[in-house]
């Protein structure tokens, strides 16, 4: 079993709708939970990141962590085409030379005009 | 101009020769990592140094090396390459937690 499972999708939406992508983890040592979005062509690109569990909202962008149910999630808004990308969540238990941070395999998400 | 910057973009090489692929970075952090990316497997570690003296092996870094020459420089070098590892590899750093990644090689190795 991965430590870290993400829906590969492929995902497409109508422009506007609401669109939620998902993470469940296994470790429960992780506090720290990032979102990454990629563009074709490009490497990832930080898009949310929170410490613990809770929610955090930027713009249009929530991202919400249960570790209760080692669960994470990021909800766009009012979705754009440019939110067209691959968007991978991230997990680590800290920041020592014993940490790492262990990417998802990434959700691929297609807005349609 | 990019925070970390990786050379060559694209790359194509025969099996059984050496190559490099060179990054640096203008963030000033000491953490640096590379990563290959393939299909449905996500990133995977290849090595990382958390500071000029320190390197060390990822999840799957048999078959690769890599050289810290500075702060701001890591290079990875396949020895041998081999068919599959085509992949797409990015160069990364960090301060602590957040990493910030390169454009990106796409390599093919025939």
């Known amino acids: 079993q991965k430590e870290v499972e993400q829906d590969p999708g492929p995902l497409s939406v109508p422009e506007g709708a609401i669109v939620s992508l998902n993470c469940t983890y296994s470790?429960?040592?992780?506090?720290?939970f990032m979102w990454y979005r990629q563009y074709s062509r490009k490497g990832p690109e930080l898009l949310m990141y929170t410490y613990s569990s809770g929610n955090k909202e930027d713009g249009r962008f929530t991202a919400q962590v249960d570790k209760s149910s080692k669960y994470i999630s990021l909800f766009i808004r009012d979705s754009q085409p440019s939110d067209s990308a691959t968007y991978l969540c991230?997990?680590?238990?800290?920041?020592?030379?014993?940490?790492?941070?262990?990417f998802g395999s990434g959700t691929r998400l297609s807005i349609r005009p | 101009d990019a925070d970390v910057t990786q050379t060559p973009r694209n790359r194509i090489t025969k099996t059984g020769k050496r190559i490099m692929l060179e990054c640096s970075q203008t963030?000033?952090?000491?953490?640096m990592y590379w990563y290959r990316q393939d299909p449905g497997l996500g990133l995977r570690l290849i090595y990382y140094s958390f500071d000029v003296k320190d390197i060390n092996k990822g999840e799957i870094s048999d078959g690769y090396s890599v050289s810290r020459q500075a702060q701001a420089k890591f290079s990875l070098s396949l020895e041998s390459a081999i068919p599959n590892q085509t992949a797409l590899y990015f160069c990364?750093?960090?301060?602590?937690?957040?990493?910030?990644f390169g454009a990106g090689t796409r390599l093919s190795v025939l």
């Open positions: 990364a750093t960090s301060d602590l937690i957040v990493q910030y």
């Open positions: 991230a997990m680590s238990s800290g920041y020592s030379s014993a940490s790492k941070i262990i």
């Open positions: 963030k000033g952090h000491d953490r």
């Open positions: 470790n429960s040592a992780f506090q720290y």
